[in-house]
């Protein structure tokens, strides 16, 4: 194969050196091609430029220099290089002169043509060139605030992320390498389109009709200025754009469905989603640690949160930036807000390389947030208790939900060898995520801060839980009160219910962490009768206060007890008949002692979760698993629409089932147009208008589908109804730019700008 590379040139001269120096600065990645270079100046009355050509003509920088003897236009000036590479069967590259080409740009670009044989264009990335725009904003600004140097640093950082090439609907003419065949058979570009716009396209489509591709290089980079030849004619450019729009529309009318499967694909969204790997301007990776689901409470899942962050805010890593995103009344209560170097927000804003959330997903709508907002996703399974606990797991489908996350994290980390086993035996079969399992700080003095100052005393027993029917704090406190009646008994609990006179209940959650502090202080021994546990962590603050411990035997006790050199002063019993005679030996054996073993303290936890998570950056499959996870993602969302109309069970009433697709707070309009049919209808209902579909809306909304009006135009047409506009100041709407991208037509897709 041979090669034609057509420059077509109108004023400009510095624009155009620049341009010619960067081709002929990386000619030799091609010579194996042959490549002859034909410029063409289709402004014939300026001086500068002419002169400038006939120079490089003479000097041997370029092969053929034509010089049109009036202007003719884009397309006409064109159409004189692809008759020479038609006449001669050569490949042609067209590249506009309002570019630059960069190391390795010609040669992938080549490499890629010839990786199928059915390529018949390929283009490659830009800062400025509609569909191969990568990434978006902030620097794709045409060299306005940004240098082009700059523009490629940003390419550089993440292309080798994305895959070799991808297919797409069309090409841009920015920068077009059109293969021998197309060229052959094809490669007049129609000068009905005047100077041009959409000439490109309607090349593509016409070579498309027998099968030949059009496809992005995504690791090759050419710089575009934009429309900087257009701005120099006295046309009216916009009225030309918008002429040859409706000209393509009328001829190939397959032309807009295909941008738009294109653009609904997983692929195109996980290419925009990898943008989020590029660094900040002064060079940072943004993690965001998803706080949405914490609430106005302390536990033991709050308070590994605040360590982390604390850590965090001790020592911020160069690298990074942490974003905190939760409600501000929860910062204020966590004391989030009065941190220094976290950044605090409570927006639903995607842009972060990393999103974190501590805990298991027990909603769609928590799925829903974390892969609108990072590309790589990480996970806290603390236990699998809400899926071994049948009246838990009854709740929400929590089996679908954490198979999907074992499946498309990129990674999980676990708080115990017994978390992460367990969770393992749930989903042997699809599990993907990589894996950080490290047990949480078995030191007793990284406790024992928060308990300083404190005057210790036995003033009664603390039996631990809450309102979860596997804590057992209510039944166990009534078993102690009734067996030992001079006990004073102090239970965290949900409260409300009949107890023993020495019986003190508190209500679990609710009481602030100065008072539990002192509730734990004043005890004589602090009982844990849960089943279950990932970790219990509360273990650890009865040895950091040297109070003796009887807790039911469980793995993960037992786990952080095989942590510790050796350990007195803690009574395991097996079923509740031996609570009472653990706590009598509790009571008169006073206190704990531990002698550490290899443990950890905080700074080290949170330290090794963070490489864990920083670590994921530099994973090879990225944007692989990237697009596996949409799709996945748009079958689960499936799974739950499907739910709206599932028959109830034999011998049950029949009431509405829950759609869980997002909660009141959230609409996910990707998740929205990832639907079809029935369940696209259904699911904008519910997120957008708050309410299940009426049967006159349902049949109206079946009846546009069934005529083609598209679903974008669909959803513009709700979120502009008075209805919506009565929920709107109380949701998060997820995608918005989509539907403004939709509504502004496609020429921002598709133009060659």
């Keep these: 194969m041979t090669l034609d590379i057509i420059l077509p040139i109108y ?37 500068a430029v002419e002169a400038y050509l006939r120079q490089c003509h003479a000097d041997g920088l370029i092969d053929v220099h034509i010089r049109n003897p009036e202007n003719l236009g884009f397309v006409r000036s064109v159409n004189k290089g692809l008759d020479m590479a038609r006449r001669d069967r050569r490949a042609a590259l067209l590249v506009n002169s309002d570019t630059l080409t960069y190391a390795g740009t010609l040669a ?7 990786a199928d044989p059915q390529i018949g264009f390929v283009c490659p990335r830009s800062n400025n060139a509609a569909l191969a725009t990568f990434p978006p904003a902030p620097h794709n600004l045409s060299g306005i605030a940004t240098t082009p140097e700059i523009c490629h640093i940003a390419w550089e950082t993440v292309h080798r992320h994305l895959p070799r090439y991808s297919f797409a609907p069309t090409a841009v003419g920015f920068y077009l390498l059109i293969s021998p065949q197309v060229v052959a058979n094809f490669g007049y570009l129609d000068e009905a389109f005047g100077v041009g716009y959409e000439e490109e396209n309607d090349l593509v489509m016409r070579a498309g009709k027998v099968g030949y591709r059009a496809v992005l290089a995504n690791h090759a ?16 450019y916009k009225g030309q754009q918008q002429a040859n729009l409706r000209m393509i529309d009328a001829r190939h009318p397959e032309f807009l469905p295909l941008v738009w499967a294109y653009e609904a694909s997983a692929e195109y969204r996980a290419i925009g989603q990898m943008a989020n790997l590029v660094p900040t301007a002064d060079g940072k990776r943004k993690i965001a640690l998803n706080l949405l689901s914490v609430g106005h409470h302390h536990n033991g899942t709050n ?7 604390r850590w965090y805010d001790s020592q911020p890593q160069e690298e990074f930036e942490l974003h905190i995103i939760c409600k501000r009344s929860v910062a204020e209560f966590h004391g989030i807000d009065q941190l220094q170097h976290v950044r605090l927000r409570t927006d639903v804003t995607p842009g972060y390389a990393v999103a974190i959330f501590f805990g298991q997903p027990f909603d769609l709508d928590q799925i829903n947030v974390m892969e609108h907002l990072a590309p790589i996703t990480i996970y806290g399974m603390l236990d699998v208790i809400a899926l071994d606990c049948g009246n838990l797991r009854a709740s929400n489908d929590v089996q679908a939900l954490w198979s999907y996350a074992a499946r498309n994290a990129n990674g999980l980390f676990f708080i115990s060898r017994f978390s992460e086993d367990t969770f393992r035996h749930r989903f042997p079969r699809r599990f993907g995520a990589q894996v950080h399992t490290r047990l949480l700080p078995t030191r007793p003095s990284a406790y024992a801060a928060r308990y300083a100052g404190l005057e210790l005393r036995r003033d009664h027993v603390l039996v631990l839980g809450n309102h979860f029917a596997h804590k057992a704090s209510n039944g166990s406190a009534r078993i102690l009160g009734d067996a030992i009646p001079s006990l004073s008994v102090v239970v965290l ?14 209500h679990a959650g609710v009481i602030p962490d100065v008072e539990m502090n002192e509730i734990f202080a004043s005890s004589s021994v602090i009982i844990l009768p849960s089943y279950y546990e990932g970790f219990g962590m509360s273990v650890m603050h009865a040895l950091a206060l040297g109070k003796p411990v009887v807790a039911r035997d ?14 007195e002063g803690v009574f395991l019993y097996f079923n509740d008949t031996d609570l009472p005679d653990a706590v009598r030996k509790a009571v008169a054996c006073g206190q704990s002692r531990v002698v550490e073993g290899d443990g950890i303290d905080w700074d080290d936890w949170s330290r090794d979760l963070f490489a864990f998570a920083a670590g994921l950056l530099d994973q090879p499959d990225i944007c692989a698993r990237l697009m596996d996870r949409i799709e996945d993602g748009d079958l689960l969302r499936r799974h739950f629409a499907a739910q709206q109309g599932a028959p109830a069970p034999a011998g049950r009433s029949t009431g509405p089932v829950a759609l869980n697709l997002a909660p009141a707070a959230t609409v996910d309009l990707p998740a929205i147009l990832a639907l079809d049919g029935d369940a696209f209808i259904e699911a904008f209902y519910l997120q957008i208008l708050g ?4 049967p006159a809306g349902l049949d109206h909304h079946r009846a546009l589908l069934g005529s083609g009006v598209a679903k974008e135009d669909m959803l513009r047409g709700i979120m502009g109804s008075p209805e919506f ?15 403004d991208r939709k509504g502004k037509g496609f020429r921002r897709l598709l133009s060659r700008s």
């Design 11 to 47: 004023r400009n001269v510095d624009m155009v050196r620049a341009c010619l120096d960067s081709l002929v600065r990386h000619l030799d990645e091609v010579r194996d091609y042959s490549p002859r270079l034909i410029a063409i100046n289709d402004s014939p009355d300026d001086e």
């Design 108 to 114: 992938e670009m080549l490499a890629v043509l010839q």
């Design 221 to 236: 980079f050419a710089y575009h200025a934009g429309s900087a030849s257009f701005k120099l004619h006295d046309i009216d």
């Design 303 to 309: 308070e590994l949160i605040m360590n982390f962050i």
């Design 493 to 506: 609990g949900k409260g409300g219910e009949d107890m023993p006179s020495n019986v003190r209940q508190l």
């Design 554 to 567: 469980i793995p993960a006790t037992r786990e952080i007890l095989d942590s510790f050199a050796s350990v």
């Design 691 to 694: 309410r299940r579909a009426d």
């Design 725 to 739: 506009k009565d929920r709107r100041a109380t949701i998060t709407v997820i995608g918005a730019d989509r539907l």
